[in-house]
Nanobody, 124 residues
Framework: QVQLVESGGGLVQAGGSLKLSCAAS????????MGWYLQAAGTQRELVAT???????DYADSVQGRFTISRDNAKNKVYLQMNSLKREETDVYYC??????????????????WGQGTQVTVSS
């Protein structure tokens, strides 16, 4: 059973920093893309940042230059360094991973997994 477990959320003042971590565990062949999404109450999940297994990154326009996504492929972990946080970025942040399993005759089968979410609260 594959699991994603986030950590690092909490309370921070506006302008401060937090670093989120997400670890993937279980049996799988490899992890393709990992990313972070946020979801405010009553809304759909929105992209914050993604990173491929080769290190290519993508960011939401609103976090460009303030957030940095990174990953440790050996540890199956992804991180999100968040700087200059704003009050409106108070949300639950979710880790997502596209995980590859081997199927018949080593075919690649992709599965999407989500973590349980970690709360980030930015106070004024």
């Amino acid at each position: 059973q594959v699991q994603l477990v986030e950590s690092g959320g909490g309370l921070v003042q506006a302008g401060g920093s937090l670093k989120l971590s997400c670890a993937a565990s279980g049996r799988f062949f490899s992890i393709n893309v990992m990313g972070w999404y946020l979801q405010a109450a009553g809304t759909q999940r929105e992209l914050v940042a993604t990173i491929t297994d080769s290190g290519s990154t993508d960011y939401a326009d609103s976090v460009q230059g303030r957030f940095t996504i990174s990953r440790d492929n050996a540890k199956n972990k992804v991180y999100l360094q968040m700087n200059s946080l704003k009050r409106e970025e108070t949300d639950v942040y979710y880790c997502k991973a596209r995980i590859i399993q081997l199927g018949y005759r080593d075919s690649r089968i992709h599965f999407l997994y989500w973590g349980q979410g970690t709360q980030v609260t930015v106070s004024s």
